[in-house]
């Protein structure tokens, strides 16, 4: 039977193991084991015959493998916990792509907020007692920004959340050290369940990571006891499950845009704003004004929201909301922000007809706005397509493993997505996983090219997709991108 990859994408050149080697991890742009011995030849003979029995492999290859496949997937979902260097309790429970993008709930000390990070910031919505659970927040502007978009810098935050739950980034932290030695068959590790998940712990130089017990081995957690030494980058007691979501990257783009869409005027913790003296105005039964005079104490122009709470006769009565244009440096405004609500016209009512003293009051408070995001780009990542024909010269390449079956025809073990300044040292150091598992020669090839991540793996999902529909199963070897059950 025809394989149903060659209906799309023509053969490249393949190339062949002629020596192994053990695989380790080294550091650089990704998770890439070192580059065997390699005798290039034309793809019509670059299979040939069994090479015999080969040995089973131990912890150290699968310990290899299966954090290179980590460091190719698409997106993850993470789950699990840790401790900022402040001290501070973080667990999250976020849907994180390989270029950045995220989307869950990040809970600190306790109190937990909608979280959607885009171009490497994070926007937090939460409750009063949140904000006033995250260190470095003021009191006063807990009640502000409560219910409300926030953009939160990094180091306010305490978490660098592409820096520790993007996939390249937790293949990373896992490979950082010497490679792992061990020789001793996987199945001879300590079981442990993960996420539910029954799970292989490998003790690796930075941790431990946990593998699922049966080929290909994916990653399904991890420990750490700490990562870096200072900033938002850094934390300890890393506590992680995760499962692949590499063939739900095109609905996390999407969800990610749509939350995008309502980030129109995210509040801005950073930029200062000098608030001065108030004063009431135009006060009737309809309505009520407070004048507040602010500053802008920033180097640049910003918009500026005002928002207040109202209270009469002991008894909250709403609250009112403005925004201001732009604000120059240095510049100095008033703001009006005016009542209207049902409350305060009781309030007047029973003020004009029941003798006595009737105090209201407003408790205002001044934040600067940030710009709102820009989704053009992950707008394109959610509608990215595969090329309709191969590529070249992209900046990602998409590749294919595989082994002879018999005369020339093919059998995939794998496709995988990598940057294409470093794809074939990554598909070459895989060979020798493909020969322990298939007892056969295997060899490695481009399929395409893309010049982003995402229509690179929208390629790798048809190429998956169309293998799945003839072969009725996965790629034996593909551990992220598509469900083997």
């Given at each position: 039977m025809a394989r149903a990859r060659a209906r799309r994408w023509p053969l490249g050149v393949?190339?062949?193991?002629?020596?192994?080697?053990?695989?380790?991890?080294r550091r650089g742009a990704g998770v890439v084991l070192p580059l065997v011995l390699l005798a290039a030849c034309d793809s019509s003979v670059a299979g040939q015959a069994g090479v015999g029995a080969p040995p089973p492999p131990t912890t150290a290859q699968v310990a290899g493998q299966s954090l290179t496949d980590l460091a190719e997937a698409g997106a993850l979902h993470v789950t699990g916990g840790l401790t900022t260097l402040s001290g501070d309790k973080v667990t999250v429970d976020l849907r994180v792509a390989s270029t950045g993008e995220a989307l869950g709930t990040l809970t600190v000390n306790g109190q937990r907020a909608k979280v959607v990070l885009l171009s490497k910031t994070p926007y937090l919505n939460g409750p009063a007692a949140f904000w006033a659970a995250l260190p470095g927040?003021?009191?006063a502007k807990s009640t502000v920004v409560a219910d409300r978009w926030v953009s939160v810098p990094p180091a306010l935050l305490g978490v660098q959340i592409e820096d520790l739950f993007s996939p390249p980034a937790l293949a990373q932290l896992l490979a950082d050290g010497p490679a792992p030695t061990a020789q001793q068959p996987?199945?001879?590790n300590r079981r442990q369940k993960v996420g539910g998940v029954d799970a292989l712990a490998i003790d690796l130089s930075a941790g431990t990571e946990f593998v699922t017990p049966t080929a290909p081995h994916r990653v399904v957690g991890a420990?750490?006891?700490s990562v870096g030494q200072a900033g938002p980058s850094a934390a300890r007691d890393l506590d992680l499950a995760f499962t692949d979501a590499t063939a739900a990257l095109p609905s996390l783009y999407r969800d990610v845009d749509g939350q995008a869409a309502t980030l129109a005027a995210p509040v801005d913790l950073i930029t200062p704003v000098e608030e001065g003296s108030h004063r009431f105005a135009e006060c009737g039964q309809a309505s009520c004004?407070?004048?507040?005079?602010?500053?802008?104490?920033?180097?640049?122009?910003?918009?500026?929201?005002?928002s207040a709470d109202w209270i009469g006769d002991g008894k909250p009565l709403g609250r009112c909301d403005t925004q201001t244009g732009l604000v120059?440096?240095?510049e100095q405004i008033s703001a009006t922000c005016t009542i209207t609500s049902p409350q305060w016209t009781a309030f007047y009512q029973n003020a004009h007809?029941?003798?006595?003293?009737?105090p209201y009051r407003a408790e205002w408070s001044a934040?600067?706005?940030?710009?709102?995001?820009d989704r053009k780009a992950v707008h394109a990542h959610a509608t990215a397509k595969a090329p309709a024909k191969p590529a070249k010269n992209g900046a990602y390449v998409v590749y294919a493993i595989d082994h002879a079956k018999g005369g020339h025809a093919r059998d995939m073990w794998k496709y995988g997505v990598v940057a294409s300044g470093y794809w074939r040292d990554q598909a070459a150091q895989q060979l020798d996983a493909c020969q322990s598992a298939t007892g056969r020669m295997c060899a490695f090839h481009q399929v395409t090219t893309a010049n982003d991540a995402p229509t690179a793996y929208a390629a790798q999902q048809q190429l998956i997709a169309d293998y799945r529909a003839s072969a009725k199963r996965c790629p034996a070897g593909q551990a992220v991108a598509c469900d083997q059950k």
């Open positions: 393949g190339l062949t193991v002629t020596s192994r080697t053990r695989p380790r991890v927040i003021p009191d996987p199945e001879a420990k750490l006891a004004a407070v004048i507040v005079d602010l500053t802008n104490g920033a180097k640049v122009a910003v918009r500026v929201s005002v120059a440096p240095g007809s029941v003798p006595g003293q009737h934040v600067s706005l940030a710009d709102p995001p």
